[in-house]
């Protein structure tokens, strides 16, 4: 099927364009002016096209999962909670137990933790879970607690918490391992609706506006496989396996069918800035901890090694600089070079030396824009002035020294919509909407390549995927032309249309 997709605006490396024409899903001309004598043609009304949108660190299967529960972040009040449970419970009337995520009490005006009491008013036969905003903590309304018998008497489960008021009643908040005694309650609720949560998944990707993702989702293969197979795929899937994964047989490695392709495995190094886990090569400021590494350097590079050697490219999630260290000794150990393409997620926290390594030995960073405003507010707390901040969230000293970064939202962590993605890259705003470290904004070229030709780069497509241009596959996105004259409309739902290998997946007008 031969198309032209013409009163465009195209532009490229190469120069601008008005028109071009695609078949069999590839880009077969570009041009101006005359029209091309083509039978097919999509008028896109003067509209700005871009080539298509890779988040190069997402995991869809959460993604979808959360579509299906209640949302209650930036609630005000415990009556404002009430009120959403309320409206979910009636638009949701066949849940067998409603859970939900998100709530905070330092934003709430109660100054206090919701009850059982609370939701019991709400939902007296129906169990509810709702987890706090950092999922460590969460509150279950009396029907649950009497599904999980949990009683006045119920001893704290090693490394939790299980709440009581002052006469020994159970408030209905867990913490931390108290949680985990709902898991035997839930988990039949995942296995029936699994298939259902990557169909979910991947239609909010392409409703936001990607036409690639790379996903880090346990045991999917077989999932992405049928959706492909009932043709229910709108979007490129480049499928990264969980370590664990391996001990469960050997996923596919290099392995395509239609639009989706698996090649990596994923393995994480550290933890988090906000909970003082990121590996810190020195102390977080004020404390004398400096994080910690999930394994023992060796027990990392091993890991590293049987990756390689089983074929896959090595993603690994490092936030800390001394976690960055530690991944960059452990793909050394394993042999691996420039060619294998070796990915580290996050790289929050670098250093003058890291960055050149990273650059020498042709390690992707992979990095994710949206947590600059989530994170600003306390990575200066964390962290201190001096040297160590200014290569803390440093995407401009990164690109800049000739690191290819490739961007991603982490989603659910963070909103999967690209084109905040690329507002977060041009603006590095701080929660306010400030702009913080000015000199680490990104111009709209390298904020764009860090979503198309460099998203193609980390799965090794460059040659088929991430430009416009004569051979490559069909894949662009159609946006408001104005947003060029003005980045703010980044925010504003630029989106109109979205194709992939030649055909339109999803239209927003
Ligand atoms: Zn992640």
């Not at 008005?18 to 009304?45: A, C, F, K, Y």
């Not at 109660?110 to 036969?125: A, C, F, V």
């Not at 039949?188 to 036409?211: F, M, N, P, S, W």
């Not at 992707?364 to 990575?379: E, K, L």
């Amino acid at each position: 099927m031969k198309a032209l997709i013409h009163n465009a605006q195209i532009s490229t490396q190469d120069g601008d364009y008005s028109w071009m024409i695609i078949e069999n899903g590839i880009i077969q001309n570009l041009g101006h002016g005359t029209l091309p004598d083509i039978e097919n043609r999509v008028d896109m009304r003067q509209r700005l096209i871009l080539p298509g949108l890779h988040d190069s660190h997402i995991h869809v299967y959460s993604l979808g999962r959360m579509s299906t529960r209640l949302h209650l972040h930036g609630t005000g009040s415990i009556v404002e909670m009430l009120y959403k449970l309320k409206e979910f419970r009636e638009e949701n009337p066949d849940q067998e137990w409603i859970i939900g995520h998100g709530w905070d009490q330092d934003l709430m005006e109660d100054g206090r933790y919701p009850s059982k009491h609370d939701l019991d008013t709400i939902s007296p036969d129906l169990p509810v879970l709702l987890y706090r905003a950092c999922n460590h903590i969460g509150v279950v309304n009396s029907k649950a607690l009497e599904i999980m018998g949990i009683t006045t008497n119920t001893p704290d489960p090693q490394g939790g918490q299980i709440d009581h008021f002052e006469d020994g009643d159970v408030t209905g908040v867990l913490r931390e391992a108290g949680l985990s005694l709902v898991a035997p309650h839930i988990s039949h609720l995942d296995d029936a609706l699994r298939l259902e949560y990557y169909r979910r998944g991947v239609q909010i990707c392409v409703e936001k506006g990607l036409t690639a993702v790379h996903t880090n989702d346990g045991q999917a293969w077989e999932y992405y496989k049928k959706l492909a197979d009932n043709d229910e795929l709108p979007l490129r899937v480049f499928l990264t396996h969980k370590y664990s994964d391996l001990d469960k047989g050997v996923p596919p490695v290099n392995e395509s069918h239609g639009l989706l392709t698996a090649k990596r495995v994923k393995l994480f190094s550290d933890g988090s800035l906000g909970a003082e886990t990121a590996a810190l090569r020195e102390n977080y400021d004020g404390s004398d901890q400096k994080g910690l590494l999930i394994d023992q350097p060796e027990i990392l590079a091993t890991k590293i090694a049987r990756i390689h050697q089983m074929g896959y490219q090595l993603e690994v999630h490092a936030i800390g600089d001394y976690a960055a260290e530690v991944v960059m000794d452990g793909f050394q150990k394993a042999g691996i070079t420039a060619a294998d393409r070796a990915i580290i997620t996050h790289c929050q926290i670098l250093a003058r030396d890291l960055v050149d390594r990273m650059v020498q030995n042709g390690y992707i960073a992979n990095i994710q824009p949206p947590f600059v405003p989530t994170d600003a507010r306390w990575a200066e707390k964390r962290l201190g002035g001096g040297e160590r901040l200014d290569y803390a969230y440093a995407w401009k000293t990164l690109i800049n020294a000739g690191v290819i970064a490739a961007g991603g939202s982490d989603a659910p962590i963070e909103d999967a919509d690209p084109f905040w993605g690329l507002y977060c890259a041009l603006f590095h705003p701080d929660p306010m909407g400030e702009t913080w470290k000015e000199h680490e904004r990104l111009s709209w070229e390298e904020a764009l390549r860090i979503y198309t030709e460099n998203g193609a780069f980390a799965v090794g497509e460059e040659r088929h995927l991430g430009k416009l241009k004569e051979g490559y596959k069909a894949d662009f996105v159609v946006v408001n032309p104005a947003l060029l004259d003005n980045f703010e409309l980044l925010k504003e739902k630029p989106l109109h249309q979205v194709w992939v290998d030649g055909k339109l997946r999803h239209t927003s007008e």
